[in-house]
């Protein structure tokens, strides 16, 4: 009955609906806590991410990954003046918690939004709540993202993977530099990427593609990115 209670009250989103659902996080019914979590995501201001932040500490997986969902939810369509406070405060929270947990929902996100807003937060905390050295999954879905559809989000990814560093994002970013089939703009921010991220082996292909034939605004970002690599001759 109380399940029932729980999820007509995340259907009605009213402000004391979802003032009701915010104790359930509390609640010692792990199955209601999930619930609560989830519904929280409707809710039409980003009031409830301090209590979803806090549910990123519950022991069971499918309340904290309820919980990244909604956060990401109520960012993406929280007003701007209120997203860049909370998302401040999130990024202390997210960075305590066990990174599959967090990590995992995040590129399901990225992978599955329809919502580019959605996909903008999702990509913004990646590059800040992912281990320095990042899985596999997680910089997939971050060199997937520089071709993004929308452009912010594209950038969002650049700038994400410029956060990280280790052998496995270096060599990425060059095979996706290297790769003709990929789009201009993917290889142009990749190419920005290694600026931050390279270390000689960046150097030598940046070198070789601002004397290549390839699209100006590739060469343009690589001669950039070797600047700051202390590789321009």
Avoid: C
């Amino acid at each position: 009955v109380k399940t029932a209670a729980a999820d007509a009250l995340g259907t009605i989103a009213s402000g004391e609906a979802l003032a009701a659902l915010v104790d359930l996080l509390d609640d010692e019914n792990p199955s209601l806590r999930r619930l609560a979590a989830f519904a929280l995501g409707n809710a039409s201001s980003a009031k409830p991410v301090p209590k979803l932040a806090g549910a990123l500490a519950d022991e069971h997986d499918t309340v904290r990954r309820a919980a990244v969902f909604s956060i990401i939810e109520l960012l993406a369509n929280a007003p701007t003046k209120q997203s860049h406070a909370v998302r401040d405060a999130v990024v202390s929270e997210l960075q305590d918690a066990d990174d599959e947990t967090v990590t995992g929902p995040l590129v399901e996100i990225l992978e599955d939004a329809t919502q580019a807003r959605q996909r903008r937060n999702a990509v913004w905390f990646l590059g800040r709540v992912t281990s320095a050295e990042p899985p596999e999954h997680v910089l997939d879905a971050l060199v997937d993202a520089l071709d993004d559809d929308d452009k912010m989000t594209a950038q969002f990814a650049a700038t994400s993977i410029t956060n990280l560093d280790g052998l496995a994002v270096e060599s990425t970013l060059i095979d996706l530099v290297k790769d003709d089939d990929a789009t201009v703009n993917a290889r142009a921010k990749a190419a920005y990427a290694l600026g931050d991220v390279g270390g000689d082996r960046a150097k030598e292909t940046l070198d070789a593609i601002t004397d290549s034939d390839v699209d100006k605004q590739i060469r343009k970002r690589a001669f950039a990115s070797l600047s700051k690599l202390g590789g321009v001759r």
